[in-house]
């Protein structure tokens, strides 16, 4: 066979192809669909794969070996929707950016949580002193001259309490440690 010989027939093959597209190509898709549940695009790339199919074995296009092609076509194409629907199911399924960056913020509002559920357990276990001046200062955002007109108290107390208040949580809270510096 010569290479002149073997274009021509891959030529009439490539002409037999577009026929069949033309002619079982509408009720193909219709079906496809159906199994690919609506899924327009896996519907179409279906297609193609079966008609690519078509292409890679043209002896079982010949209209002697059957009366008509479409029940091969079909057989294939459904074949192909089964495969493709395992594979789909074999794997995780696949996620939009969208959610990926949603998970993002509910992991750090999960951490945040935990971290506030952490401090506040620390706090409870420093003196009523201690625990008040940093409610003040570092919860309620009072400078120290003001917590030192709340409490009664002079201001270089507010601050020395403040200071042993931090010291004692850091022991308290070592992977806290850099953050309450």
Known sequence: MTAGTT??????ADHELVALQREHGRPLFALLLRLCDGDRQRAEDLVQETLVRAWQHPEALRA???DSVRPWLMTVGRRL????????????????????????VIADHAERATAALDVREAVKTLTPEHREVLVLVYFQGASVAEAAETL???AGTVK????????ALRRVLPGYAADLR
């Open 64 to 66: 002697d070996a059957f």
């Open 7 to 12: 274009l021509t027939n891959r030529t009439t």
């Open 81 to 104: 929707a089964i495969d493709a629907r395992r594979a789909r199911q074999a794997r995780p399924p696949e996620v939009g950016d969208a959610v990926l960056e949603n998970a993002r």
């Open 152 to 154: 009664g108290i002079p």
């Open 160 to 167: 020395s309490r403040a200071y042993y208040a931090l010291r």
